[in-house]
């Protein structure tokens, strides 16, 4: 994995490049004007990596993001000097790590434009805060003040404390001019040899550790396998950028899917929807002409119930007239003449007589009855046998010159002469009675 550099010039690399072999639980550095956390920090990868130490910043605002971040180290807000006591410092709140206590610094800044706000702080000796907070080794010690590293370098007893590593800002503020020549003397008179300078710091190595010098003479590169951060979080915003996208892209075929889906759906629903118009048209038209036909059922149906009333008053209005016809005299008057008409058309019909007295002659029971009769009454006998005679000849012709009412002139003659003798018979035993 590549080392990510946080520094603002790759300090950390030469450190890492001199430093990494000792064991994470081991390191410890000091980072004199820490200023963030993350930002331009010389220790942040050190931090990452497991590695402890202390953080020295004056300005409250930047002390709490350690507190928030560094949790394994000691944080302080103070100023480190050549004396505890206080100092006043000079800061530009718009540009940030440009607070110092030097009075020359902030006139500069001031001349270029930048509001300068003044402020009291801590000031606390580093050989007061080793002895305080360090209990090992010191691997390496950045100090980047704004011109104050002289007074920082007064307050530390290299004696009892040996830091393998320094590292210190050698150029005035926001400057290429090298400034390293008012202090460097309080360094190489320490036991520490020069490194290295990268154009903003210059490095210098314990005498004990002189085997570290190897491991500086060039700058940062290729073969250190580092990436800067925020080419790191650029990468990484990029990833995740092309993850969100993959994501958005499964999302947008999932959503293309869905909405295909949806689509066929909403075809189907609306095939579905004319099939149930039509169904509904249909149904209408159907009640439509439902309605007609009760329509027309209850008009003739009000026409059966009229013609039905006129019906009964014209039965109502016959039965009166024939209960009034039959009630009338000339009714009760004309029976007898009626029924003569009824038997004379029954005697009109062909061959009625003689298929009558055959069926009576054919009856074992009708002859058992007549047979007696005949016995007892001679004349009745006699008669009878004529009757079945005549019946069963041809129909004769009536005498010329007899009269033949108007009412048997359809008889024949035999038949006529039949009743004339059941006349005769009856008028006989009439008057022997």
């Known amino acids: 994995m590549s080392f990510i550099s946080y520094a603002q010039n790759n300090e950390d690399v030469l450190l890492w490049r001199a430093l990494g072999h000792v064991a994470p639980a081991d390191g410890f550095y000091i980072d004199v004007g820490a200023n963030d956390p993350v930002e331009h920090s010389v220790t942040k990868a050190f931090y990452d990596a497991g590695w402890r130490g ?24 103070i100023a480190a000097g050549s004396t505890d006591g206080s100092l006043t410092l000079y800061d530009v709140p718009a540009v940030r790590g440009w607070a110092s206590p030097e009075p020359e610094v902030a006139a500069l800044h001031r001349a270029e434009g930048h509001a300068v706000a003044e402020l009291t702080v801590p000031v606390r000796t580093l050989a007061a805060v080793c002895a305080e907070h360090v209990t090992g080794p010191i691997h390496f ?7 104050f590293e002289g007074e920082v370098l ?4 290299f004696t009892r404390w040996r830091p393998w590593v320094l590292v210190i800002e050698a150029t005035l503020p926001n400057s290429r001019t090298t400034n390293h020549d008012t202090w460097e003397h309080l360094v190489t008179g320490q036991g520490y040899r020069f490194a290295w300078f990268d154009g903003l710091n210059r490095y210098y190595v314990a005498a004990e550790q002189a085997a570290l010098l190897d491991r500086f003479g060039i700058q940062p590169n290729v073969f250190d396998d580092y990436i800067p951060y925020h080419l790191d979080r650029a ?7 092309e993850e969100a996208l993959q994501a958005s892209d499964r999302h947008l075929r999932r959503a293309r899917t869905d909405l295909d889906d949806t ?32 329509a027309r ?13 006129q019906v009964t008053l014209w039965a109502q209005d016959l039965e009166q007239r024939l209960v009034a016809a039959m009630n009338s005299t000339s009714w009760k008057v004309t029976r007898p003449l009626r029924q003569a008409g009824t038997v004379v058309g ?27 009769l005949m016995l007892r009454y001679p004349l009745l006998g006699k008669g009878m046998s004529r009757v079945l005679r005549t019946v069963k000849q041809q129909p004769e012709q009536a005498p010329e010159g007899v009269p033949v009412p108007d009412e048997l002139k ?8 039949v009743l004339a003798d059941l006349r005769g018979i009856r008028n006989k035993q009439q008057a022997d009675n």
């Not at 359809?410 to 002469?417: E, K, Y």
């Open 346 to 372: 029954m005697l009109r019909r062909p061959n009625l007589m003689r298929r009558a007295i055959g069926r009576v002659t054919s009856s074992n029971r009708m002859r058992r009855t007549l047979i007696p």
């Open 263 to 294: 689509l066929r759906r909403a075809d189907a629903l609306e095939h579905e929807k004319q099939a149930v118009q039509a169904e509904v048209a249909q149904a209408q038209a159907d009640i439509a002409e439902a309605q007609a036909e009760i």
């Open 154 to 157: 007064r307050g530390m007893d």
């Open 297 to 309: 059922l209850r008009h003739d149906l009000q026409q059966a119930v009229t013609s039905g009333q």
């Open 54 to 77: 202390i953080n020295i910043e004056p300005l409250p605002v930047h002390i709490a993001a350690f507190d928030e971040q560094r949790r394994r180290d000691v944080n302080l807000a």
């Open 410 to 417: 359809g008889l024949p003659a035999s038949v006529r002469s």
């Open 235 to 241: 990468w990484d915003a990029t990833r995740r950028t």
């Open 141 to 147: 010690l950045k100090i980047d003040v704004e011109g």
